[in-house]
Nanobody
Framework: QVQLVESGGGSVQTGGSLRLSCVAS????????MRWFRQAPGKEREGVAS????????EYAGSVKDRFTISQDNAKNTVYLQMNSLKPEDTAVYYC????????????????????WGQGTQVTVSS
């Protein structure tokens, strides 16, 4: 069975950095959109960064652009989210998720297409 295991969350002060990792098993990264979501209490789940593993193409939510970087290491079956210049509003549970896709769709997929989800990892940014 496909599994995604997240790690790397923690507590940092404003301006700090964290790197989240998502290790996948049970499938290859080719032809998948991998996306990091986050959800804070009382807020809707928000996609923050995506990478299409077939091409390495990435995209970011405006709120994290220029601060977060998503990357992949296919040899390790791992997707990373490097988070720099963290702000209190980045506080949330962060999830990685995978959606089967194609070269022509890339990460232009619906949230419902993300079949596989990690357990989530807490990121807390304090002032």
């Amino acid at each position: 069975q496909v599994q995604l295991v997240e790690s790397g969350g923690g507590s940092v002060q404003t301006g700090g950095s964290l790197r989240l990792s998502c290790v996948a098993s049970g499938y290859t990264y080719s032809n998948y959109c991998m996306r990091w979501f986050r959800q804070a209490p009382g807020k809707e789940r928000e996609g923050v960064a995506s990478i299409y593993t077939g091409s390495g193409s990435t995209e970011y939510a405006g709120s994290v652009k220029d601060r977060f970087t998503i990357s992949q290491d296919n040899a390790k079956n791992t997707v990373y989210l490097q988070m720099n210049s963290l702000k209190p509003e980045d506080t949330a549970v962060y999830y990685c998720a995978a959606a089967r896709s194609s070269w022509w769709a890339g990460c232009s997929v619906a949230e419902a297409d993300f079949r596989y989800w990690g357990q989530g990892t807490q990121v807390t940014v304090s002032s």
